[in-house]
T-cell receptor
Framework: TQLLEQSPQFLSIQEGENLTVYCNSS?????LQWYRQEPGEGPVLLVT?????EVKKLKRLTFQFGDARKDSSLHITAAQPGDTGLYLC?????????FGTGTSLTVIP | KAGVTQTPRYLIKTRGQQVTLSCSPI?????VSWYQQTPGQGLQFLFE???????NKGNFPGRFSGRQFSNSRSEMNVSTLELGDSALYLC?????????????FGPGTRLTVL
């Protein structure tokens, strides 16, 4: 069992559609990060959410941190082919850094 | 400013051998962390080094070790390689210690164990 479970695991949608990716845990995190990884590259940090209930927007991406700081979501509006990649949530509840199970997104033109 | 660099990018080894991977962090960054990425287990934390000292460690056997030099460059060593060690090994650097700081990742070293 992974500390951070993401759903869905795979997502294939048409350009212009909206989507939401979920990141859930039974542990409390002081902060959660979201990364995107493209093939052949390392993950790139998109955002860090710190406060329970916090909502952050990054252009067409909206990130929310759950009130209890155990879960987070990523919503993409009007997805574009450039959004294709592996989306990972991550955090460090203690002395280790955990990545989520990942959501592989494919946006079809 | 140059990003995180990792060498080599690709490596093929056989079971029982050992391997050393290298990571050069972004200039000025003093923390280096290592991760293993596999299709089955995803991204898993190996260890973090700061000021030449291991600060945090993940749940990997002692065959996995690392070190950091005074210039913040880091190496990771895996001894007695097993087939299951085949993975993408990623290095990340950040300006300060602590796993909650923004980490900048390198492109990784793809290790194949035959």
């Amino acid at each position: 069992t992974q500390l951070l479970e993401q759903s869905p695991q795979f997502l294939s949608i048409q350009e212009g559609e909206n989507l939401t990716v979920y990141c859930n845990s039974s542990s409390v995190f002081s902060s959660l990060q979201w990364y995107r990884q493209e093939p052949g590259e390392g993950p790139v940090l998109l955002v860090t959410v710190v406060t329970g209930g916090e909502v952050k927007k990054l252009k067409r991406l909206t990130f929310q941190f759950g009130d209890a700081r155990k879960d987070s979501s990523l919503h993409i509006t009007a997805a574009q082919p450039g959004d294709t990649g592996l989306y990972l949530c991550a955090g460090a509840p203690g002395n280790q850094f955990y990545f989520g199970t990942g959501t592989s997104l494919t946006v079809i033109p | 400013k140059a990003g995180v660099t990792q060498t080599p990018r690709y490596l093929i080894k056989t079971r029982g051998q050992q391997v050393t991977l290298s990571c050069s962090p972004i200039s000025g960054h003093r923390s280096v962390s290592w991760y293993q990425q596999t299709p089955g287990q995803g991204l898993q934390f190996l260890f973090e080094y700061f000021s030449e000292t291991q600060r945090n460690k993940g749940n990997f056997p002692g065959r996995f070790s690392g070190r950091q030099f005074s210039n913040s460059r880091s190496e990771m060593n895996v001894s007695t390689l097993e087939l299951g060690d085949s993975a993408l090994y990623l290095c990340a650097s950040s300006w300060d210690r602590g796993l909650k700081n923004e980490q900048f990742f390198g492109p990784g070293t793809r290790l194949t164990v035959l």
